[in-house]
T-cell receptor
Framework: DGGITQSPKYLFRKEGQNVTLSCEQN?????MYWYRQDPGQGLRLIYY???????QKGDIAEGYSVSREKKESFPLTVTSAQKNPTAFYLC????????????FGPGTRLTVL | AQSVAQPEDQVNVAEGNPLTVKCTYS??????LFWYVQYPNRGLQFLLK??????LVKGSYGFEAEFNKSQTSFHLKKPSALVSDSALYFC????????????????FGKGTKLSVKP
């Protein structure tokens, strides 16, 4: 988990509210990712960003939004349009070369009340 | 379509016995393969990767994996399991389609829960 921080660790939200999950990295990595993890479904890609000021939708982007204004930061907003937001959210980063592994943060568990 | 399969939801092993966690893949071209471990309520930790070279790859915590091109497999192994190895293990392959800047994206299997009993 070193070098990538996610906050908060636990987050509770009422239905209809938007919430923003923080992801910061001090590894000087170019690429950053957001995944959603549900029991028995592995990791599903929400959004990714290869460079600052650019990002692309992943496999399950509906109901989510991101920004990449700084190299070290990639916040994820879970909007009220996301119908089933309760999940464990993981942020990851990767250095420039395409073949490298991704490094993960400790995760944020979001619960909708 | 590119995919990764982990055919076992759970693997049970006695402490001190060898362990194997299975992974098969389907991609075009030469695959880049990865193994990660996840402890409860934690992020994923990188264990090892295969990009090229020797088919037997050694990684962290005594784990190793064998790349088999003919069987399209990349099974994770350890000669002697520890109770502390109990965790969720993920196999991943690099996305080779390179659509919309997807270079470096990973496709993950659904994970295998390893349980090591004393």
């Amino acid at each position: 988990d070193g070098g990538i921080t996610q906050s908060p660790k636990y987050l509770f939200r009422k239905e209809g509210q938007n919430v923003t999950l923080s992801c910061e990295q001090n590894l000087n990595h170019d690429a950053m990712y957001w995944y959603r993890q549900d029991p028995g479904q592995g990791l599903r890609l929400i959004y990714y960003s290869q460079i600052v000021n650019d990002f692309q939708k992943g496999d399950i982007a509906e109901g989510y939004s991101v920004s990449r204004e700084k190299k070290e930061s990639f916040p994820l907003t879970v909007t009220s349009a996301q119908k089933n937001p309760t999940a464990f959210y993981l942020c990851a980063s990767r250095p420039g070369p395409q073949g490298g592994e991704q490094f993960f943060g400790p995760g944020t568990r979001l619960t909708v009340l | 379509a590119q995919s990764v399969a982990q055919p076992e939801d759970q693997v049970n092993v006695a402490e001190g016995n060898p362990l194997t966690v299975k992974c098969t893949y389907s991609v075009s071209g030469n695959p880049y393969l990865f193994w990660y471990v996840q402890y409860p309520n934690r992020g994923l930790q990188f264990l090892l990767k295969y990009i090229t070279g020797d088919n037997l790859v050694k990684g962290s915590y005594g784990f190793e994996a064998e790349f088999n091109k003919s069987q399209t497999s990349f099974h994770l192994k350890k000669p002697s399991a520890l109770v502390s190895d109990s965790a969720l293990y993920f196999c991943a392959v690099r996305d080779m389609y390179n659509r919309e800047g997807s270079q470096g994206n990973l496709i993950f299997g659904k994970g295998t829960k390893l349980s090591v009993k004393p």
